[in-house]
C-alpha cells in the first residue's frame, strides 16, 4: 500500500484538478474520458511498467539502473543523465507553483479572502506573482519540507508521510465532490462534464480530442524521467508489475475524474466558465468559496488538498533526486540531502523572479514566463523522450531486451503482460510515442 500510495502520489499532482477537467468538458465530455481511459491503458500502463522493472531489476536509481543492466560499451545510461536533468528542471517550476498553493491555504484558513469583491480577489493573484518576498519564502519552505522529510529515510520519512498524506487528499477529494453535488444548478455541470456530447467534440475536433486524450492519458503518469523507477528499486518479487501499474492509473485517474465533479458542478452553480486553467484555481474558485455558505471551510479544503497534490509529487522526484547522488557520488543519504537543499533552493529562484524582478524575459514570446520555458522542456522533451528511451531499451535486442523485460514484469502474483503484447510495444507503441513527441516540438 506504500508503494501504491508513494507512486500513485508522484503521477498525482496539480495537472490532474486543473487540466484534466477543463479538457475533458471541452472535448465531448464523456468521449474523451473514454478516450483517455484507452489511452491510459495503451500508453501509459505498459511504459510504467517499463520503468518499474527497470528499477525492480536493477535496484538502482535512474542513471545507474541502466549502467547495471545495459551490455558492455552501451549508451543507454545517457538517458539517465537526460532524466536527472528532468527532474531538477521539473522541481525549479514545481515547487514554486506548491508554494502558492500553501500560500493560498494560509489565505484561505485566515480569512483573506472574506469580503473581497472579484476584481479584489484578483488582484490578490497577481500581488502575490509581483512579490518575489511571498514567492521565495514559500518555495524555501516546501523545498525544506520536503529535503526534511527525504533525510528521515524511504520508509520513516517518505512513505509514511506519503501515507498520511494521500489517505487525507482522497477523504478531502471526496467530502468536496459531495459538497459540490448539493449546490442549486450543480448538477448542469455534471451533465456538460460527464454526458458524451457529440456536437461538442464535432467543435472541438474529433481528431483534436483523440490527440489530447492520449497526450493527457501519457502525461499524467509522470514517466520517463525515473522518478518511477526509484521506487521501482524498493519493490519487492511478490508482486506483478503490471498488476501494481494499473493500481496506480485507477488511483490517479480517479483523483482527475474526482476533481471534475468538484469543479464543474462549482462553476455551473456560480455560471462561470471553466476553462481558465491556472486562473481557475486562483481567482475564479476563491470567489466561488466567498459566494458559498461556509465558503472559507470549503476553501481552506480545496487548498490543503491542492498543497497535499502537488507536495506528494514534489517527495516523489527529491527521493528520485536525493538517491541518485548517493548511487552515483556515493554520499550519505544526510550528504545528498544537504546538497540538494542548496542546489534546488538555487535553481528554483529563476521561476520564482520569473514574475517580477525578471519579468522582463519572455523566452517563449509575449507574455511568457521562465516557467513556461521550464515546463515546455520537461512535458514536451525530457518525458516523452525519456519514456521512449525506456520502451527501446526494454523491447530491443540492442538493450536490455524483450525477454528479461517480460520476466521482471511478471514475477510475482497479479496480473501478467500477455506474449503476444511483444508486437504492439515494439512497431506501434514507438510511433505513438514519436507522434507526442514531434507534435508537443510543433506546438
Known amino acids: 500500500m506504500g508503494f501504491i500510495l508513494l507512486s500513485a502520489g508522484c503521477a498525482i499532482g496539480i495537472g490532474n484538478v486543473w487540466r484534466f477537467p477543463y479538457v475533458a468538458g471541452s472535448h465531448g465530455g464523456g468521449f474523451f474520458v473514454l478516450f483517455y481511459l484507452f489511452f491510459l491503458v495503451v500508453m501509459g500502463v505498459p511504459v510504467m511498467t517499463m520503468e518499474f522493472a527497470v528499477g525492480r531489476a536493477s535496484r538502482k536509481s535512474i542513471i545507474r539502473s541502466f549502467q547495471e543492466l545495459e551490455k558492455p ?31 493560498y491555504f494560509y489565505q484561505m484558513l485566515t480569512g483573506k479572502f472574506q469580503g473581497k469583491s472579484t476584481e479584489e480577489v484578483g488582484g490578490m493573484f497577481q500581488n502575490m506573482l509581483a512579490s518575489p518576498q511571498i514567492l521565495a ?56 462534464y460527464l454526458l458524451p456530447d457529440f456536437q461538442r467534440m464535432k467543435e472541438a475536433g474529433i481528431w483534436e480530442t483523440i490527440t489530447a486524450a492520449m497526450n493527457q492519458a501519457f502525461f499524467t503518469l509522470s514517466l520517463g524521467i525515473g522518478a518511477m523507477g526509484i521506487f521501482g528499486s524498493y519493490i519487492d518479487k511478490k508482486h506483478s508489475l503490471l498488476g501494481e501499474s494499473l493500481n496506480i492509473a485507477i488511483l490517479d485517474t480517479f483523483v482527475a475524474f474526482v476533481a471534475g465533479l468538484i469543479i464543474f458542478p462549482s462553476c455551473f452553480a456560480f455560471d462561470i466558465s471553466p476553462d481558465q486553467g491556472p486562473g481557475l484555481i486562483f481567482i475564479t474558485l476563491p470567489n466561488i468559496f466567498n459566494e458559498m455558505a461556509g465558503g472559507r471551510i470549503w476553501g481552506t479544503l480545496f487548498f490543503i488538498f491542492m498543497s497535499f497534490a502537488a507536495f506528494s509529487t514534489i517527495l516523489a522526484v527529491f527521493e528520485n533526486i536525493i538517491c541518485c547522488g548517493m548511487d552515483l557520488f556515493h554520499w550519505s543519504r544526510k550528504k545528498s540531502c544537504i546538497i540538494n537543499l542548496v542546489a534546488i533552493t538555487a535553481l528554483s529562484l529563476p521561476c520564482v523572479f520569473g514574475y517580477n524582478l525578471w519579468s522582463a524575459i519572455q523566452p517563449l514570446g509575449d507574455g511568457s514566463t521562465i516557467l513556461d520555458l521550464e515546463d515546455f ?39 501478467k503482460m500477455p506474449q503476444w503484447i511483444r508486437v504492439y510495444v515494439t512497431y506501434i507503441l514507438p510511433v505513438l510515442l514519436l507522434f507526442l513527441i514531434i507534435k508537443g516540438l510543433i506546438r
Open 137 to 192: 519564502i514559500a518555495m524555501v519552505i516546501i523545498v525544506a519540507a520536503g529535503i526534511f522529510i527525504c533525510s528521515m529515510g524511504l520508509q520513516k520519512g517518505v512513505e509514511r508521510i506519503t501515507k498520511i498524506m494521500m489517505s487525507l487528499l482522497l477523504v478531502i477529494i471526496i467530502v468536496l465532490a459531495i459538497h459540490s453535488f448539493t449546490l442549486k444548478g450543480g448538477m448542469e455541470g455534471l451533465k456538460f
Open 73 to 103: 560499451g552501451q549508451k543507454w545510461h545517457l538517458n539517465g543523465y537526460l532524466g536527472m536533468a528532468g527532474n531538477y528542471l521539473l522541481m525549479m517550476f514545481y515547487t514554486t507553483v506548491a508554494g502558492w498553493m500553501l500560500y
Open 377 to 415: 522542456l520537461v512535458s514536451n522533451m525530457i518525458l516523452p523522450i525519456g519514456s521512449l528511451c525506456y520502451l527501446l531499451f526494454c523491447v530491443s535486442r540492442f538493450g536490455w531486451g524483450f525477454e528479461k523485460y517480460m520476466k521482471e514484469t511478471n514475477t510475482g502474483e497479479g496480473a
